[in-house]
Every structure is written in structure tokens, then in C-alpha cells.
């Protein structure tokens, strides 16, 4: 700690903090415009200049200056403030100062800073700056006359996100930040330029010219949609979702968000939202009344009794859980589940036979702090970009050794440090194998207080790294350097990221997963996780409340399959568009034909809606008040932004009124009521609402307490064919959600097929080709995408869109066979 | 006394004679108000549209919150007022609004024959004022 003194004011602080950080703890407002929380020290602007006694005879920028024992500081005398005031004006030379027009003006640093230093006039001339503005992209608008080479955008998406759009090109005042080969915007679209941005050279375009920041209502809640649980601040104007706010005060993402969470809500406010109940009358879908929704929906599950199958998404609020197991427990069902492919098998069960644990270990903050990490089945860029981008810093700011197991390569395989184990699809498990084989083989692994070591050991005989290497591809080397790295590591992060489209192999892939957790001395060290990263916003609700087959209850595939036989007679589908996400189209087809009585709630008429008795209009994230869970296991509050468009209602509010039609007394006075309600017999139980603050509640503390049984897996298999399809998810989109927000839409609107360059040039196609693509005896129509990232012989195809029909050909397994033609 | 009562009256009897009266005969005879007269508000045309811009500012220093403004952007990319209206009932006509405005698109007129039937018809739109 360091002692110095600001303004009069003593202050201890931190070795590593800077004069800036220091000023701020004591409550010191220096003036900044380069500078930001999140970033290194760069010191570009020169508008936080302090006086240092200790260095007399020139100012000293204090956002990069160290402090020191015994500093004296002054942050304001007549002198920094003139020459405050003389770096604006320098800066304002070439500034085409358009306030009136600017989107930015109200919340502009510039703006502010003019006006609190009375900057009336300017002592220098110069030319302004007349460059073109960039729209090449529909969702960023970059306006470089406004700009003032902060070099906050440059960092921020270097630093952070990991992607490197920008740089600063040219010198002196023909400095300007530029694109590749200033070409314009192209890139992720995750916003954090935007948001990072002190004045209005970057900003939203889904948001232009829509209202000034003063008139906007500011709505801290959740993201709707992975299970990254990022914070977001609706901006509100009129009962509409205009924009989301920059906000680093709440949750643990420090303000990034990724192009779902930034540029998705537009769905919220679409006009395609359902208003009414809808049941269906010879035959079509007509409006009705919520009172006689409600009354056929009871009769309808009365009837059937505990043949009612409940699946539901993974999106509804962990109150809403709740009332949706009253539900079934009134109806006198166990048949409910929560994800097609259960693909959370590998946390609720694969986890629980190895660590005990049906939860991730540990809190992403932590994986900042990690010397190696392990990431499975996709650099987690595309699952959740948010950690993906915690994982980047961790490799950028912490030198992590970054290892990843995935069938693509992906951007942070780029990284330096970082190695890519790319294996075709279904062998991931193999290289797992290896790499505890590597673990046992070389001593490194931690066998104190381990079980089922011998039948480890004795289950890994044909997982000698050159047999690996020889089945997957992967090297040798890589397997062992992978294997040293992790079991050299102090802290150490494991990654398995799961969810609709990643089904095949859940269990058995956190199950090995968890044996190296295990070996490296992962499991249960402080500061070290294994972290099991569900797709939707409350999948991890979904499993610590149980919403899972209760006793002799159907998982989601045999309720499908039971509806189908007509053993289950009616289907409740929440929040899920289960004949689009599902994997298996027919499936879903034969079971809501063989239901008799099918009720779909949900926003939209879905393609699954469209084929029921009676639809129940529900309500969005920005809707809603409640919890929900995140991958990290942290409880976070969400506050309604907006009211729900007609009659549709909260599924909080939808099940209430349905349990009170089905006979049930209890009603509860608010959503903290049922939260009290919930907690009993869940891992919630010490938590109060109340205490679910800025930075929610993290179940469980920090770390979890695990248990340490190795269990034996066996290898995955893969199709022998000369092109296999892969689906997953795609960084733009979410489920099938995001579909009908115009953000994502606008830079992906339609499915497709990605192939890498060599298979492309092999079949000689080009990016938007249309390509048969041929499989499990049915054939899709697909635009072809082409990137390096895929292997040869390897073809990928996200799974959100309705128009591809793509569950007609996947079917829950890692890969497909397929045939190309074009 | 008496003398006093009679220096107060002159006064009062002098603002009798013809020629002192304030009293207009409206609507025979008509005010020219003075140049800074506040009355109906005006927006400045110029060539192909109005000079407002759509800041937002008038809207957010009027104290009676009488002006709705609702921005968008035209063919030519620029911010423009794609509805601009002022309740006149609710106006107090205090001049602020004109005031706060960056871009000189606003002016009040000396027009303060302003009465009419309808509630609607004191909703100046951007046409109205545009005249
Ligand atoms: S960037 Fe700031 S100072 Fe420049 S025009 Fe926009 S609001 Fe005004
Ligand atoms: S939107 Fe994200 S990826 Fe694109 S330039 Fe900005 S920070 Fe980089
Ligand atoms: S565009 Fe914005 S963030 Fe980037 S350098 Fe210019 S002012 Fe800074
Ligand atoms: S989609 Fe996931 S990663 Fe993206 S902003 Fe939302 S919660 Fe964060
Ligand atoms: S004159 Fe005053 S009250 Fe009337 S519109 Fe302008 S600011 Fe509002
Ligand atoms: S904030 Fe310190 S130099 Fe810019």
C-alpha cells in the first residue's frame, strides 16, 4: 500500500494503482477521455494533467502516472485548468461540432467537458474534418469528424473483445481511426466500440436519431438470452425498448455485452408479438378471451391427467419455474423437462457422478486470473461471447496458456499461447482421454484423496497419446503440452459449453472434463473451475430447481415419443419452438400429431404454435421481474423495462391464473413471495431477494466444495464419410429468438452452410452459392458460407432458423454424413 | 383638504377626455405589437424543409411540456422533425423554447389572435407552424 496526498486528502492506496485510480478512491473527480476502467493506461488525450509536487515544472498526466509514496497532488489550480482548457480547444480545432444532430449529445465527455470549461471560443483555426461517414454495416455508424483519437475503440477491441477492427492510420492531423484497408465496419458487431466511445464518432444505428439520452428511462435487468447472464440497461422511451445503455456498475461483465445481448432486443418491440389467447376452432387458430384460454387449457390438462407432458425453454425466470412445476404437481404430472437432446446431462448427471456437483465450480471473474485453460467443444467465443471475452483477457493480460478442444477453429485459437485441438466431430472425447492418459502417464496428476483411480487407469489402456493422435488428428505434442500446462497451472479453468445443438456425448464429455478437473488438481482448488456453460439465460435455474422428469416422470424425448403413441395425451410448450430447435423435426411432428390436446406459450406463433389447440401469448426478459440463474451460478434480478403488448401476460402471471383454474389456493402477493416459496430443498435456500444486489447472489459461494471420483469413459465415434455436418450455435444468434430481432437479422438473416476453404475449392464454391446438401434421407436447400475455420471434410450449419429445416436432417448425434451437390 | 381632492381627481378626470384612452376598439382596430412580442410560435422554413433539426432541445426546457418533437431521418441522411407540435393551451408563451434553440429554427410571431372552438384546433403541427 501507498500514502499519498490529493488535494489535501491523505489516501492509501494500492502499488499498482495510478494517481487517477487513487483520486477516484478519494472521491476526487479528475476530468478523463481516454481513459476507461476496463482498459490498460494509455494516456492519449492529456485532459486528466495534475500537478505533482514532486515533479514540478510540468503537469502530469495522472490516468498512466503511478503513484508513489509520499505524493502530494493537486487535480485543479488556475493553471491545469488553462491548460485543460487549451487541450480542448486544440481538440475541438478540427471537430465539426454538430450537438444538434449528434445522437450522442447530452451524454458527449467533449460536450461536457466544453461546458464545464467554458470553452466559448477557440484561440486556433484550422481545417474541420470533412471525411465520409461509414454505413456500410446496418448496426454501427462510424463518424470520424467527431472523433478525438481517444484510441478507446483501437483498445477495447483489441483488448477485450479480440477481434482488432481498428488502428490508427496516417500521421499528424491527418490522423484518423481506420478499418482494414479502410474498407469500413465489419466485424462481430458486439458494441463494445460503442459503448467505449467518448464522443458520437460510433454509435448505434438501430438507435439513430431515435431520442437523446435524458428522455430515456434507464431498466437494469438480464440478458435474455445465453446463459452468460450479462447485465444489460434497458433505455426506455415510451414503453418501448430503444436501445440498451452502456452500464458497468451491475453484474460481473463490466459492461460487454456481445451483438445478441447489444443489438438483440428488438424483438421485444415487434409487431409480430402475440396479443391474445388463440384457440383453435374448425380448424384455425381464432382470438379469445384469456378467461376461456384458461378454462380449456385446465379441462384439457385435467383430462389428461399425468399423461400431460410439460416441456419447457430454459428462459422463464426461476419464480416462474417454480409455478410451472405447481403446475404439473396440481395437473399430477412428472413428465417435464426443460431441453430436447437433455443436453444437460452432462451437468446433472455427468458432473454429479465425478465432482458431486451439479453446477459449475467456480465464478468467471476468476478465469481472468487463470495460467491455463481448457476450453471444449468451441473457444466459447460463439457459445458466450461475454466469458469468451474473459478468456481473451485472461490469455492477453494474465498470459493463460490456452488450450481448445472443438471440431473449428476459432478467433482465439489465433491468440499467442494459445493451441487449437481440432478434431473431427464426436472425437473430442478421445483427446480428453489423452490428456488424462498424459496426466497419469507422466506423474503430473494429483491422486491424493482421489476414487476410481485403477478403473481410470485400467478404462484409458487405449488412450496412449500416439493412439489418440493417430484417431484424431491432434498431435502428440499438442496433447502433452496441454496436459503439462494444466497440471503446471496455479489456477486453472476448464470450459464445456452445452445446449440444444450440442447434445451428443453431454454426459461423457463433462464426465471427462470433470476426470481432468480431477487430476490436475483442478477440482476443488481455490481459484481454479470447471465451469458447464448452458445455452438460455436460466438454464442453470432450470437444473438447480429441478425442472427435470420427477419420479417415473418422461425426459423430453420419450414425452416426444410417448405423444407420438398416444400414451402422452396432452403437451404443455413453454417458451420453446421445439419443431425448429429440437433436434429431430419428425419426432416433434409425430408427437404434437399425436397429442390430443397441444397448448404452445410463447411470443410469437412459432412454427410449433401454429400446430396447437391453444396458444398463450407470453412475455419477453424486458417484461418481466424475477431471477435468473447464470452459468456461474449467480441469481440476478430483472426489472420490467415495459408492459406486454395486449393482453399477453408474464408466464409468472399466465401460470398463477392457470394453477388458480386448476383449483389451486395459494396466491402469492408478489415475485419476492415466490422466490420465498422456491427456496426450500434448493441450493437457493440461504439467499434473501433482497440480498440479490447489484452483483447478484452467487449460490454456493466462490467455490464450490466438490468431490473427487474418477469415472471411466470410453472414446466417441465418428461418421466415416467424405463430408460430415456439424450444427451449433452461431455467434449472431440465440435459440430461435434472435430470429426475430432485427439486429441479428441484419447481419445474418438466413440459414446457411459454412464450409472451410479447401472442401470450398474442391467443390469450386463461392460465398452465396446455393448447395443441396444430402443427408439422413432428406435434403436441404443451403447458401454456402466460406471460411477457414473448418477442417476438411467438416461442414457446419447453426440451427436457429426455421426456413432450414436443419432438424430434419440432425438428429441429436455429434455429426451427420452428408452429400454436396451444388 | 379639500384642494388635494381636487389635484387627485384632475388626474383621473383628465384620463376621460377624449384622446387618453388605452382602450382599443378590437377587432375595428388592431395593436401592432411591439418587435419582441411573444405570440404563436413560428418554424423558419428554408429552401426544401424546416431549419429544425430535431434536437430535442425546446421539448426539454419547456416548462408547461407542451411541445411534442419526434425526430427521423430523411432521404438525405439528415435529422429532421418528423412531427413537430405545440399545445397552445397548455403554452404559457414564457419564450424559452425559442431561446434554447441552437439552430434558429424557432421564432415567436406577433399573431396572438389565437382563439378558437376545438381543443384540437390549439395543437400547432408542423405544417401550422410552418405558415
Ligand atoms: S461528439 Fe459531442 S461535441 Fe461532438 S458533435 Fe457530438 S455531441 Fe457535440
Ligand atoms: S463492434 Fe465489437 S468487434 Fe466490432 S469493431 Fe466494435 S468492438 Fe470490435
Ligand atoms: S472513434 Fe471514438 S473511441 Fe475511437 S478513437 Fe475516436 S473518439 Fe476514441
Ligand atoms: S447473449 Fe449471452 S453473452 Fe451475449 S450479452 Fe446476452 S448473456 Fe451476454
Ligand atoms: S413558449 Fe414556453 S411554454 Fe410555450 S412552447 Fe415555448 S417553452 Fe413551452
Ligand atoms: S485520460 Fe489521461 S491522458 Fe486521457
Redesign the interface.
Known amino acids: 500500500m501507498v500514502t499519498l496526498t490529493i488535494d489535501g486528502k491523505q489516501v492509501t492506496v494500492a502499488r499498482t494503482a495510478t494517481i487517477y485510480d487513487a483520486a477516484k478512491e478519494a472521491g476526487i473527480n479528475i476530468p478523463v477521455l481516454c481513459y476507461a476502467k476496463k482498459l490498460l493506461p494509455y494516456g492519449a488525450c492529456r485532459v486528466c494533467l495534475v500537478e505533482v509536487e514532486q515533479m514540478k515544472g510540468r503537469l502530469i498526466p495522472s490516468c498512466t502516472t503511478p503513484v508513489t509514496d509520499g505524493m502530494v497532488v493537486t487535480t485543479d489550480s488556475e493553471e491545469i485548468r488553462k491548460v485543460r482548457k487549451t487541450v480542448l480547444e486544440f481538440l475541438l480545432v478540427n471537430h465539426v461540432v454538430e450537438?444538434?444532430?449528434c445522437d450522442k449529445?447530452g451524454e458527449c465527455d467533449l460536450q461536457d467537458l466544453t461546458y464545464e470549461y467554458e470553452v466559448v471560443a477557440n484561440r486556433f483555426q484550422g481545417e474541420k474534418f470533412d471525411l465520409p461517414t461509414d454505413e456500410v454495416n446496418p448496426l454501427i455508424e462510424r463518424n470520424m469528424n467527431r472523433c478525438v483519437l481517444c484510441g478507446k475503440c483501437v483498445r477495447v477491441c483489441d483488448e477485450i473483445v479480440g477481434y482488432g477492427s481498428y488502428s490508427f492510420i496516417n500521421r499528424g492531423f491527418e490522423t484518423k481511426i481506420a478499418t482494414a484497408f479502410d474498407r469500413g465496419l465489419d466485424c462481430e458487431f458486439c458494441g463494445q466500440c460503442v459503448s467505449m466511445c467518448p464522443v458520437g464518432a460510433i454509435l448505434p444505428r438501430p438507435f439513430?436519431?431515435?431520442?437523446?439520452p435524458?428522455?430515456l428511462k434507464e431498466v437494469d435487468t438480464v440478458c435474455g438470452y445465453c446463459g452468460n447472464g450479462c447485465t444489460v440497461t434497458l433505455g426506455v422511451k415510451a414503453n418501448k425498448v430503444e436501445t440498451i445503455r452502456f452500464n458497468d456498475k451491475t453484474g460481473v461483465n463490466d459492461g460487454n455485452l456481445c451483438i445478441r445481448g447489444r443489438f438483440g432486443y428488438s424483438y421485444v418491440n415487434s409487431t409480430e408479438r402475440l396479443t391474445t389467447p388463440l384457440i383453435r376452432k374448425d380448424g384455425q387458430l381464432v382470438k379469445a378471451g384469456w378467461d376461456e384460454a384458461l378454462a380449456a387449457v385446465s379441462k384439457g390438462f385435467k383430462a389428461a391427467g399425468k399423461n400431460l407432458g410439460i416441456i419447457t425453454g430454459a428462459r422463464l425466470t426461476n419464480e416462474e419455474f417454480y409455478l410451472l412445476k405447481k403446475v404439473a404437481a396440481t395437473v399430477g404430472t412428472t413428465n417435464l423437462d426443460h431441453s430436447g437432446g437433455e443436453c444437460y446431462k452432462g451437468v446433472t448427471e455427468g458432473l454429479k457422478q465425478t465432482l458431486g456437483v451439479t453446477a459449475s465450480t467456480a465464478t468467471f471473474p476468476q478465469v481472468e486470473k487463470a495460467d491455463a485453460i481448457l476450453a471444449i467443444r468451441s473457444d466459447f467465443y460463439e457459445t458466450h461471447p461475454v466469458f469468451g471475452m474473459v478468456v481473451n483477457q485472461a490469455v492477453k493480460r494474465n498470459h493463460a496458456k490456452l488450450s481448445i478442444v472443438a471440431d473449428k477453429r476459432g478467433k482465439f485459437g489465433k491468440l499467442p499461447d494459445a493451441r487449437s485441438l481440432v478434431t473431427k466431430p464426436g472425437l473430442e472425447l478421445n483427446v480428453l482421454n489423452g490428456i488424462a492418459r498424459v496426466l497419469l502417464d507422466e506423474g503430473l496428476a494429483v491422486t491424493d484423496g482421489v476414487a476410481g483411480l485403477d478403473e481410470l487407469k485400467k478404462a484409458l489402456a487405449g488412450f496412449a497419446p500416439e493412439q489418440v493422435a493417430a484417431a484424431t488428428g491432434v498431435t502428440v505434442d499438442a496433447l502433452q503440452q496441454t496436459a503439462r500446462e494444466l497440471a503446471a497451472a496455479k489456477n486453472s479453468a476448464i470450459l464445456l459449453a452445452y445446449g440444444l445443438p450440442y447434445t451428443a456425448y453431454s454426459k461423457e464429455l463433462a464426465t471427462a472434463a470433470a476426470n481432468i478437473a480431477i487430476l490436475t488438481g483442478n477440482a476443488g482448488r481455490e481459484g481454479s473451475g470447471l465451469y458447464l456453460c448452458g445455452e438460455k439465460a436460466n438454464s442453470q435455474g432450470a437444473i438447480d430447481l429441478a425442472v427435470l422428469p420427477g419420479n417415473q416422470g418422461l425426459g423430453a424425448q420419450a414425452m416426444l415419443a410417448a405423444a407420438a403413441a398416444g400414451q402422452v395425451r396432452s403437451l404443455y410448450i413453454v417458451n420453446e419452438d421445439p419443431l425448429v430447435s429440437y433436434p429431430d423435426q419428425g419426432k416433434v411432428e409425430a408427437a404434437l400429431a399425436g397429442a390430443e390436446f397441444v397448448v404452445v406459450q410463447d411470443l410469437f406463433l412459432t412454427e410449433t404454435a401454429k400446430q396447437a389447440d391453444v396458444v398463450l401469448p407470453a412475455a419477453s426478459f424486458a417484461e418481466k421481474d424475477g431471477t435468473f440463474t447464470n452459468a456461474e451460478r449467480r441469481l440476478q434480478r430483472l426489472h420490467p423495462g415495459i408492459t406486454s403488448p395486449g393482453s399477453a401476460k408474464t408466464d409468472q402471471a399466465i401460470f398463477q391464473a392457470l394453477l388458480v383454474s386448476l383449483g389451486d389456493k395459494v396466491v402469492y402477493t408478489g415475485t419476492e413471495a415466490i422466490f420465498d416459496a422456491l427456496k426450500a430443498g434448493t441450493p437457493y435456500a440461504g439467499i434473501g431477494y433482497a440480498d440479490i444486489g447489484l452483483q447478484g447472489a452467487v449460490w454456493g459461494g466462490d467455490h464450490l466444495t466438490v468431490s473427487k471420483q474418477l469415472v471411466p469413459v470410453g472414446g466417441g465415434a465418428t461418421v466415416d464419410a467424405p463430408f460430415q455436418l456439424v450444427t451449433g450455435s452461431a455467434l449472431y444468434h440465440s435459440g430461435t429468438m434472435s430470429t426475430h430481432a432485427s439486429g441479428p437479422n441484419a447481419v445474418i438473416s438466413a440459414p446457411y452452410v459454412e464450409f472451410g476453404r479447401e472442401d470450398a475449392a474442391a467443390l469450386q464454391l463461392v460465398d452465396g452459392d446455393m448447395v443441396q446438401v444430402k443427408g439422413s434421407g432428406c435434403e436441404l436447400q443451403l447458401q454456402a458460407r466460406v471460411d477457414n475455420r473448418l477442417p476438411q471434410g467438416v461442414l457446419f450449419a447453426p440451427y436457429h432458423f426455421a426456413s432450414a429445416g436443419l432438424n430434419r436432417l440432425y438428429k441429436g448425434e455429434a455429426s451427420v454424413a452428408v452429400e454436396i451437390s451444388k | 383638504m379639500f384642494k388635494e381632492f381636487i389635484q387627485g381627481l384632475s388626474i383621473t378626470f383628465k384620463h376621460l377626455l377624449p384622446g387618453h384612452s388605452t382602450t382599443v376598439q378590437y377587432p375595428d382596430e388592431r395593436l401592432t405589437p411591439s418587435p419582441r412580442f411573444r405570440g404563436l410560435h413560428r418554424l423558419v422554413p428554408t429552401q426544401d424543409r424546416e431549419k429544425c433539426v430535431a434536437c430535442y432541445l425546446c421539448p426539454t426546457v419547456c416548462p408547461a411540456k407542451c411541445i411534442t418533437v419526434e425526430s427521423a431521418e430523411n432521404e438525405k441522411g439528415e435529422k429532421y422533425p418528423q412531427v413537430y407540435e405545440i399545445d397552445l393551451l397548455r403554452c404559457i408563451f414564457c419564450g424559452y423554447c425559442v431561446e434554447a434553440c441552437p439552430v434558429e429554427a424557432l421564432e415567436m410571431t406577433a399573431e396572438y389572435e389565437l382563439a378558437n372552438f376545438h381543443r384540437e384546433d390549439f395543437k400547432f403541427n408542423k405544417k401550422r407552424l410552418l405558415k
Open positions: 450537438c444538434p444532430v449529445g439513430k436519431f431515435k431520442a437523446r435524458w428522455q
